[in-house]
């Protein structure tokens, strides 16, 4: 058997449990995106030492990113786990001319951690406003101002953009999805689509701060 194939037996004695999988004894170590993707068929095959030797390859970078987004230690190791569940489940639909297996799995994380990360704010928000009483002043004439003259801003923003750069960005930021889900739900590649929506909150970003010196 060559050094970079994954031995069947290796996989017989089945785990109870995902976790049981994840936190078995260390495998060896990937050293080429070739192993990475032959990881990936691998668990998609079913073999759960494959995806013990991914999630050891790469539960580092993942726990970092979330707990940076969500501030949250304890949800972050949830959310990890969460991850490497989902590889297990989505194995067969990854594609490699997509981009790599790390980057794959990081655009779950980050999915993941925003998803979270926007829920729990929502919900500091209504116990916020549960607790808070009801206000019972007017709006300021001046508040509603400037937020007719922000609408405008916005709508003079987006008219330099591009056609293709703001559906992009309407697909990115309205649905939330990452940039690999946008590349395949506008079949287009990753590459592009990067550099797409790149150039658009740069040309959005002028847009703001010659509204700005205006002002």
């Known amino acids: 058997m060559g050094a970079n194939e994954i031995d069947p037996a290796r996989c017989a004695a089945a785990p109870a449990t995902l976790g049981d999988v994840l936190y078995a004894q260390r495998s060896n170590a990937l050293v080429s995106e070739a192993q990475w993707v032959e990881l990936v068929r691998a ?14 390859r790469a539960h580092r970078p993942v726990f970092t990113v979330i707990v940076r987004i969500t ?6 190791e949830e959310l990890t786990l969460d991850v490497f569940h989902d590889v297990w489940r989505r194995a067969s639909r990854y ?26 704010h929502r919900r500091k928000r209504l116990d916020s406003d549960d607790r808070s009483p009801p206000s019972e002043t007017a709006a300021d004439p001046q ?72 002002g």
């Open 43 to 56: 668990i998609a095959a079913g073999h759960q030492s494959a995806l013990h030797a991914l999630y050891e």
């Open 71 to 76: 501030a949250n230690r304890e949800s972050a």
């Open 95 to 120: 594609d490699p001319t997509d981009g790599t297996v790390l980057g794959w799995i990081m655009n779950q994380a980050r999915s993941r951690a925003i998803d979270r990360f926007r829920f729990d």
């Open 143 to 214: 508040d509603l101002l400037a937020f007719k003259q922000q609408g405008r801003v916005l709508r003079d923003a987006l008219g330099t953009l591009t056609p293709e750069e703001r559906q992009t960005m309407e697909v990115a930021f309205f649905s939330e999805l990452t940039y690999a889900e946008v590349a395949a739900r506008r079949q287009e590649p990753l590459g592009t689509v990067k550099t797409r929506i790149r150039s658009a909150l740069q040309k959005l970003r002028r847009a703001y701060e010659a509204q700005e010196g205006n």
